[in-house]
């Protein structure tokens, strides 16, 4: 039986990156997008809870030479609804493998909080399947991301093979550069961002923001996280797991469970 390969993305299903991503996926098995009918940046691992979703089919390739078949939807829900409706209503079984993007601009650090492109993978991981989100610095809508080709197939041959420890899903993020420098695996990076909100007058009085503003890591010189790599010319490799437990502060806190009715 051919692998099984589920693609979505928080750009659109008609989003470069993911049409792009899902020609190399072919190579590796047959492939199933769903993925929202627009742009869902930043839309984390939101889920349309107050209003209803609806799919539409977009098209369907058959497999031929070394490719696999290709089924895209389209969702108007959030990348994560997009998720949850392909394993239960549109997948004809438990995919081998998640991939998320190719996103138009990074996800490195605490950016993964906030990605929409992360949540496919973070909710693929939920499910148990091995799950990939990829990012790259290339913003344009007509990027092309041929550059970074070699370096997503070495990496979905890998999980293929061998497989994610149960929990853990990959950030990958690959920097705007054609010299490449190979792959680091990574740490997460810490970090905040600085002057989020760019303030406007109204032309009819008042005032709007805009979300813009700059991230500024905690440690610039932490040459171990992935937003260094990144920064620095290599494609980063970040395992992220879904058990949020800080289970270094297990013990200091079992004080509490002397706490008095």
């Not at 438990?94 to 993978?121: E, F, K, R």
């Not at 929990?167 to 989020?196: R, S």
Request: with cysteine; charged share 25%; proline share 4%.
């Amino acid at each position: 039986m051919e692998k099984l390969i589920f693609i979505s993305n928080d750009d659109g299903y008609n989003a470069q990156g993911i049409i792009q991503l899902a020609e190399i996926a072919r190579k590796f098995g047959d492939v199933c997008v769903v993925a929202p009918d627009g742009g869902r940046s930043g839309s984390s691992m939101s889920i349309s809870s107050h209003t209803p979703v609806r799919n539409t089919f977009i098209k369907e390739e058959a497999a031929h030479d070394d490719k696999g078949s290709l089924i895209i939807w389209s969702c108007s829900g959030t990348p994560d609804d997009c998720t949850k409706m392909a394993f239960e209503k549109i997948l004809p079984r438990t995919p081998d493998l998640v991939l998320s993007g190719i996103n138009h601009g990074d996800n490195c650090a605490i950016n993964a909080h906030y990605s929409g492109t992360m949540s496919v993978a973070l909710e693929g991981c939920i499910k148990k399947v091995p799950s990939i989100a990829f990012s790259s610095g290339k913003l344009a809508a007509n990027a092309n991301f041929s550059y970074m080709e070699k370096h997503v197939e070495s990496i979905i041959q890998m999980v293929l093979d061998n497989g994610l420890p149960l929990g853990v899903c990959l950030n990958v993020n690959t920097p705007d550069t054609e010299n490449l420098k190979g792959i680091k695996v990574c740490k997460m990076g810490l970090g905040d961002w600085k002057e989020e909100w760019q303030e406007r007058t109204h032309p009819h009085g008042g005032k709007y923001y805009w979300i813009a503003g700059y991230y500024e890591p905690y440690n610039k010189d932490d040459k171990d996280c992935d937003s260094w790599a990144y920064q620095n010319g290599y494609t980063a490799v970040a395992p992220i797991h879904i058990d949020m437990t800080a289970y270094e502060a297990l013990d200091a806190l079992r004080i509490l469970e002397k706490t008095k009715r």
